[in-house]
């Protein structure tokens, strides 16, 4: 019996939510198209070669690296902090009472252990000592994309290629290719704006590919439509490029011309924003022409290469 050890009760049932919490992160990482081997980890002096010790930095319960405070319980089972919160205090392996004791001894081994990046098989060939991996991991330009898709909560990530792919079998998005367009948005019913619509489609230039998103929504009080494009890429690269859109109808018209967003700033956060085409709605249905009650917007456009 540990010290002051009560055994807590039947959390195992528990368990399988804490795995299930991880399994999106550790599909990313099999997500590795190919295994680019571990180039440059030779050179290196740190403890890395020893997996021994890599795989005591495992938490036993979410499998992912553990960062200080390394906790376990009174009889060794170590776990991380993350963990520790969603075990309700009560070790995985043993059922004893956590309580409050850390693992120092691992806690300095693994400051002494150099790793490879966790994108090592999407290109990163960095290595980092142990406490600075996370952080360079979070800014990694190998780590994978998030899905650029907007409107439904979707947990695809990888790289620009298999997202391509994905957007156009699993949300069958319009792909078109070349560097202009002529795209015309109708909707019958304008008038429900909080149904926000929200339409993609992916453009292929200059051997890239960008995301023209239009939708409705509400914009302080005011029903507002926007139009603005995501370029699948890093933001160094985003900037390389400009593009102009332009609505009009009824003699009027109005022209945007802007810098295509990386898709590493979330759809959200380029809406929120308001970098983009924004048309009140008043003025959408008096482009649309007719009897205000249809909505037909014809948006024009064009991407091109800044010299
Ligand atoms: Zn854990
Ligand atoms: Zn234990
Ligand atoms: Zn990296
Ligand atoms: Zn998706």
Known sequence: MAPGGSTCKEVLESHPTVADYDIGTAKVENNGTTTKGNLGLGGKHGV??????????????????????????????????NCKI?????CPTCRYDLGNIRCLALEKVAESLELPCKYQD???????????????????????????YAGSECSVTGDIPSLV????????????????????????NPHEVENATWMLTVFNCFGR???????????????????????????????????????GGNGRKLIWQGIPRSIRDSHKKVRDSQDGLIIQRSLALYFSGGDRQELKLRVTGRIWKEE
Do not use: W
Request: hydrophobic share 30%; glycine share 4%; proline share 6%.
């Open 165 to 188: 792919a994905h957007l156009k079998d699993d949300h069958n998005v319009d792909m078109h290719d070349g560097c202009t367009f002529n795209h015309r948005y109708v909707k019958s």
């Open 86 to 90: 969603r075990v309700h205090n009560c």
């Open 122 to 148: 999407l290109g990163c060939h960095d290595i980092f000592p142990y406490y600075s991996k996370l952080k360079h991991e979070q800014h990694c330009r190998f780590r994978p994309y998030n899905c650029p």
């Open 48 to 81: 890395y070669s020893n997996n021994g010790v890599h795989e005591l930095l495992e938490c036993p319960v979410c499998s992912n690296l553990m960062y200080p405070p390394i906790h376990q319980c009174p009889n060794g089972h170590t776990l991380c902090s």
């Open 209 to 247: 590919q960008f995301c023209l998103h239009f939708e409705a929504f509400q914009l302080g009080m005011a029903p507002v439509y926007m139009a603005f494009l995501r370029f699948m890429g890093d933001d160094n690269e985003a900037k390389k490029f400009s593009y102009s859109l332009e609505v």
